[in-house]
């Protein structure tokens, strides 16, 4: 009996993950708000993923963390909402693929604000989840979650049950972007 070996030609295609995909056109962006303090009665904080008007991008969700440094905390998910207080701007952002020269540059914001007051306006509360000291809450949309400019993302960290209690967080995302078509 002869033994024969026979060459298989494969296609050369492969799935992969939107996420890689994106990120290798220079597409995905990752960044964080840190050292979110939340602590006083009626007192929360909350960062933001905010797509300018003039930005020419579609902003695509595609994950998202909150992590309790201390304390418990509650996170309220927004959509397109005003939230209170006065903004900060993180530069806790960057593109995932830093092999391109230059490194590409997100048009969405990555907003914070700390111990605010108040609730958002407008929007939509999408959902809330609760999380315990030191744990991370995690979200993967893949992309689920679509915002046109003048759109935003935003999670409100909070403790309403232990107002008096010590509390702090940070929220991280990572999304990408893709241009609007006019047709």
């Not at 993967?140 to 209690?165: A, K």
């Amino acid at each position: 009996m002869a033994w024969y070996h026979r060459t298989v030609e494969l296609p050369e295609n492969a799935d992969v993950p939107i996420s890689l995909y994106k990120s290798m056109q220079g597409k995905y962006f990752v960044g964080y708000a840190d050292n979110l303090d939340f602590t006083g009665p009626g007192v929360n904080a909350w960062a933001s993923l905010y797509n300018p008007p003039n930005s020419g991008v579609t902003l695509y969700i595609n994950v998202w963390t909150a992590t309790s440094l201390y304390g418990i905390f509650r996170a309220q998910i927004w959509f397109n909402a005003r939230m209170p207080g006065t903004p900060n701007f993180s530069s806790l952002v960057t593109a995932a693929n830093t092999s391109i020269d230059p490194i590409p540059s997100p048009k969405t914001l990555l907003l914070e604000a700390a111990n605010t007051t108040g609730e958002p306006v407008g929007g939509v509360k999408a959902f809330v989840r609760r999380g315990g000291p030191e744990s991370t809450l995690t979200s993967e949309v893949g992309g689920r979650y679509i915002f046109g400019p003048g759109g935003s993302f935003s999670i409100l960290l909070s403790n309403p049950e232990t107002p008096q209690e010590p509390a702090s967080g940070r929220v991280a995302f990572g999304w990408w972007e893709e241009p609007i078509c006019t047709f």
